[in-house]
């Protein structure tokens, strides 16, 4: 297992941008494929994007694809997700998860950060 902290979040107008980081501890980072999900109230964990273990394959959901990049440092056990343009509808909170298997299912990742908020105003 390893742990995983997020930090960036916050409140953005609409078009504007944020830069999500996720830490992680240990010494295994490289062996993780990681992956960002997101959490709107009421509404089920969705896929946004993940990278493989040596960030050189990445996959994006159809809804961020062209706006959000996703990208690692595995010298500072760390992976990002910049977001540009920004809309209402990018509101959640955003969780980072590892696992063993590059994927987009949210199954496939055993460890899971707490997540941070990311609000969009219009």
């Known amino acids: 297992q390893v742990q995983l902290v997020e930090s960036g979040g916050g409140l953005v107008q609409a078009g504007g941008s944020l830069r999500l980081s996720c830490a992680a501890s240990?010494?295994?980072?490289?062996?993780?494929?990681m992956g960002w999900f997101r959490q709107a109230p009421g509404k089920e964990r969705l896929f946004v994007a993940s990278i493989s273990w040596s960030g050189g394959t990445t996959y994006y959901a159809d809804s961020v694809k062209g706006r959000f990049t996703i990208s690692r440092d595995n010298a500072k056990n760390t992976v990002y997700l910049q977001m540009n343009s920004l809309k209402p509808e990018d509101t959640a909170v955003y969780y980072c998860a590892a696992g063993k298997v590059f994927s987009t299912t949210p199954t496939s990742f055993g460890s899971w950060g707490q997540g941070t908020q990311v609000t969009v105003s219009s």
């Open positions: 240990g010494r295994t980072f490289s062996s993780y494929a």
